[in-house]
Structure formats: structure tokens, C-alpha cells
């Protein structure tokens, strides 16, 4: 499955090269938006929050959502490469 992870992290100044660490830990990932991944991965969503929960604040925001086939937008095409290589694991 291809999980998005979209954060806002509200801690100023904070570290969080261990949230991006635990992200990368997933599976293949993706990241050309500041406050989003890809990550494409055999965990469930619940499976992804548990491992990144611990390196997040409470006041932090992250919402972590499976991508469907459905998407369009504009980035690099190195980008949408990563994406529609994968296409066959997105939900419908």
C-alpha cells in the first residue's frame, strides 16, 4: 500500500531527523513537499503511525492516509515516475 504522510509539525526550532528516519524505516519512500511522503510500504496506516509516533510532539499534526489511483497536480518528473511505478498498489 501507498500511505501519505502529511505533518504539521508545530514545535519551532524542533529536531525531527528522527521522525524523518522512522519515516524512511517504512519502506521506499518519496518526499518533494516539505510536509509530505510517500512511503510505499506492507505496514498498515496504524502500523506507520506506531512507528512514528514516538518521535512526534502532542502539539504536532499528522495525518496519515492511503493514496488512491485518483491524484493529479504538479511536480517533477522524477516525481510522478515514483508514483506511477507504483500504481498497482494503490487502492482504487
Known amino acids: 500500500m501507498i500511505y ?9 526550532g524542533q529536531n525531527y531527523d528522527e521522525l524523518h528516519e522512522a519515516i524512511k524505516s517504512c519502506g521506499a519512500w518519496w518526499h518533494y513537499l516539505d510536509s ?6 506492507s505496514l498498515t496506516a496504524q ?3 506506531n512507528k512514528l509516533s514516538p518521535h512526534t510532539d502532542k ?5 496519515i492516509i492511503g493514496i488512491s489511483r485518483d491524484y493529479a497536480g504538479w ?8 508514483i506511477n511505478a507504483r500504481t498497482t498498489k494503490m487502492a482504487a
Do not use: C, E, H, S
Request: charged share 20%; proline share 6%.
Open 4 to 12: 501519505a504522510i502529511n505533518y504539521d509539525l508545530k514545535q519551532p
Open 47 to 49: 502500523g506507520v503511525w
Open 36 to 41: 509530505t511522503w510517500l512511503v510505499d510500504t
Open 75 to 82: 511536480l517533477p518528473q522524477k516525481a510522478w515516475d515514483w
Open 59 to 63: 502539539n504536532d499534526n499528522i495525518l
